[in-house]
């Protein structure tokens, strides 16, 4: 999926990471939360390109990682353009991230052993 709204996430920045995450192509059971960032997107967007804030993860390509980091289970949804002058996206302690749409709220932790890489 690339192109179209929603976007890629194709448009890389200075620092060589992407300007802005996928935005989810579905909004209903498939979407998933990542346990790190909390970003939101389907289980085959994370298939595709992984999770743009947390790339060590090595969630693309990868289902086991995508499993173990992501969960269908969250509350929320909010869409962020400018997470460092964004009081919301301050407030969630999101501001850091890259453009997106992110999960008000997850009650999951990352696993043990991925917390490592973070």
Request: proline share 6%; charged share 20%; aromatic share 8%.
């Amino acid at each position: 999926m690339s192109g179209g709204g929603g976007g890629g996430g194709g448009m890389m920045g200075e620092d060589g990471r992407p300007e802005h995450a996928q935005i989810p192509t579905s909004f209903g059971h498939e979407l998933r939360a990542c346990l790190r960032c909390r970003l939101v997107k389907t289980y085959d967007q994370f298939m595709e390109q992984g999770c743009e804030n947390c790339p060590f993860l090595e969630m693309d390509r990868d289902h086991e990682n995508i499993v173990n980091c992501t969960t269908p289970n969250f509350t929320g949804i909010i869409s962020v353009m400018d997470p460092g002058r964004s009081w919301a996206a301050r407030w969630l302690r999101i501001g850091k991230f890259i453009p997106g749409c992110y999960t008000l709220a997850v009650a999951e932790q990352l696993p043990e052993e991925y917390q490592v890489a973070t």
